[in-house]
């Protein structure tokens, strides 16, 4: 049961760089403004799942309010370009 922690955050690294590698895929080859609005959410998305697993593993529950801070930030970022896009601003 030792390993189990070990193995958990291998498989998630491992999916969190094939995340990392497709949104940054998007990112350059995204023929529009949206779609690289998407990326950059799918990199905060992927950030945020970190810092929850590196709050499961430290056994530090202040990480998990840092996530939520995040994630609530991101959210109303994309939600504001989205309506600049749009041409709502």
């Known amino acids: 049961m030792d390993k189990l922690p070990e193995i958990i955050l291998q498989t998630s690294t ?6 990392i590698i497709l949104a940054t895929l998007r990112m350059i080859k995204g023929p529009t ?9 799918t990199f905060t998305v992927i950030s945020i799942s970190l810092i929850v697993l590196i ?3 430290a056994g530090r529950v202040i990480f998990l309010d840092v ?11 994309v ?3 989205a309506r600049y896009i749009e041409g709502g601003l």
Do not use: N, P, T, W
Not at 14 to 19: D, H, L, M, N, P
Not at 33 to 41: G, H, N, Q, S, W
Not at 67 to 77: D, H, K, N
């Open 55 to 57: 709050a499961c593993l």
């Open 14 to 19: 491992y999916f969190v760089s094939a995340g």
């Open 33 to 41: 403004m949206a779609d690289r609005v998407i990326a950059l959410d």
């Open 79 to 81: 939600v504001a370009v």
């Open 67 to 77: 996530g939520m801070v995040y994630a609530i930030l991101s959210f109303i970022g």
